[in-house]
């Protein structure tokens, strides 16, 4: 009987899903998977890409840490692809890899000031109030008016983060730094802006009916975006997602807005046109030029502008894959080209031997949680019946790749370790009457995870 060694890169659920899914599978000959990632922490974007006043979703990581703590997958956290451990060294370690190291960057958006100063990327801006390591503590919260970019679900986060009171945030799990951050924040308004119309939105509604929610922060609607033409009617009849959408946003028009001390503006038909300058570079206004139905559920332009003051603007057009050194890359679509998982030579059908994808970097950053889970199914089948495919280590034994590692003095968390630093957060939590207070900087992470001292 063959025994298998995988390694998966990427801890996030589509990786934690890819090893659950082949331990269990039905097949004839043994595993032994070990699983990296960059970050002292597992579960990706659950961790740090879900909003924090998500809890629900936050608390698919129970799921996902049933799965780490049968003990049968070793966790190497800490380690970086490309740096700490590369293509090579995989080979001669393990017999295949799955790459699920997802899409972390933001996608661009390409409009002249994009990078005038106060103009963001919503993963940088959800990385910080997730807490995310690599990121900078102190995120400049200055701007009274602000715009978001996008209609999807990410800039209903980001938006709802900008205009939500910190203190109905403090039962969450957010930083101590992210609090203070968004308590001194002096914004009054929040403008979301679309290309498309209210029946052509990419939110979800359970996502947006959240917005209508926020203690204190008025929804502000604008009659001349609600004059549907036969496109939207028809997909409002004929789409349940879109019909609820249309209802919960006819609801918020007939409300009572005026006393709030925020308000949240949601403006469809806006193409963007330019972040405008002030003179010394920061952003003063967002530019777009307003839409209208092109009659098959798609928009051209008017040709009439318009501008929006604002002092800050965030572009949520959707999350990006970053290449893998060694790994053939899909430059346009952000992802490692392949066929059902099976990475595929560049430019060309020919599968890549030993080199699996699943995720965000096999199928690009759209989908939910529960996708990866799918995903991962498809790939694995393909792992499971290409044993002619996979390499041939020279060191296929579980000391070699811990003996190169130390070799390297690279700084891996283990699966301890991440209890450590788990329990740890919980405990920081616990006084507070909050589930847990997230540990930031990578260097308190890494000394809590390894049983080191916490420099103070
Ligand atoms: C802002 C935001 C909010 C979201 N909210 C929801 C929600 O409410 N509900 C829902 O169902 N879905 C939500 N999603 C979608 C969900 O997060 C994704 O579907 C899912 O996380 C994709 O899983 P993945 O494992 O492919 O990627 P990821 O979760 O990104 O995991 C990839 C992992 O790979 C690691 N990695 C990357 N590069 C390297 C490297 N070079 N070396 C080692 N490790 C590496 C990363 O550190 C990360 O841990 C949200 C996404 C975003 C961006």
Do not use: C
């Not at 028809?234 to 946003?249: C, F, P």
């Amino acid at each position: 009987m063959t025994k298998l060694r995988l390694a998966i890169v990427g801890a996030g659920p589509a990786g934690i899903y890819a090893a659950d899914i082949l331990l269990k599978a039905e097949r004839n000959f043994d595993v032994s998977i070990d699983l990296f990632d960059r970050l002292p922490a597992p579960y990706g974007l659950v961790r740090y890409g879900v909003a924090p006043d998500h809890p629900r979703i936050k608390g698919i990581v129970n799921a996902l840490r049933d799965v780490l703590d049968r003990g049968d997958i070793r966790v190497f956290g800490n380690v970086n692809f490309g740096t700490d451990i590369t293509l090579d060294d995989l080979k001669k370690h393990y017999h295949a890899v799955i790459f699920a190291t997802g899409a972390v960057r933001d996608a661009d958006l390409d409009i002249p000031g994009i990078d005038l100063k106060g103009s963001y990327g919503a993963a940088e801006f959800v990385s910080w109030f997730d807490g995310h390591p690599d990121v900078p503590r102190i995120w400049p919260l200055e701007a009274q008016s602000i715009a978001v970019i996008g209609n999807g679900n990410v800039a209903l986060d980001v938006s709802r983060m900008l205009a939500k009171h910190p203190e109905d945030l403090l039962s969450t799990e957010i930083p101590e730094n992210v609090y203070e951050g968004l308590k001194a924040s002096p914004v009054t308004d929040v403008h979301v802006f679309g290309r498309r119309g209210p029946a052509q939105v990419k939110f979800t509604p359970l996502e947006l009916r959240e917005l209508g929610e926020l203690n204190d922060v008025d929804m502000i609607l604008y009659d001349e975006d609600f004059d549907y033409d036969e496109a939207s009617k028809a997909a409002i009849a004929t789409n349940k997602q879109v019909m609820v959408i249309d209802k919960v946003l006819q609801k918020w028009r007939e409300r009572e807005v005026g006393t709030a001390s925020r308000r949240l503006h949601l403006h469809f038909y806006a193409k963007p046109l330019e972040v405008v300058s002030d003179d010394e570079g920061r952003v003063a206004a967002f530019r777009y030029e307003r839409t209208k139905p092109d009659a098959e559920g798609g928009v051209v332009g008017t040709g009439e502008i318009r501008e929006v003051p604002v002092q800050a603007i965030y572009r949520a057009v959707g999350y990006f894959g970053s290449p893998l050194e060694g790994v053939p890359f899909d430059k346009r679509h952000g992802v490692i080209p392949n066929r059902e998982g099976m990475a595929l030579k560049k430019g060309s059908n020919d599968v890549v031997p030993g080199v699996y994808a699943t995720g965000w970097i096999k199928r690009g950053p759209v989908g939910l949680i529960g996708h990866t889970k799918s995903d991962a199914m498809e790939t694995i089948k393909h792992v499971i019946n290409g044993e002619s495919n996979w390499w041939t280590p020279v060191d296929p034994t579980e000391q070699g790749v811990v003996d190169l590692l130390d070799e390297r003095g690279v700084a891996y968390t283990d699966l301890d370790g991440w209890h450590s630093l788990d329990q740890h957060e919980m405990k920081l939590g616990e006084p507070h009457g909050r589930a847990r207070i997230k540990v930031v900087p990578r260097e308190d992470m890494v000394a809590i995870s390894r049983g080191e001292s916490v420099e103070a």
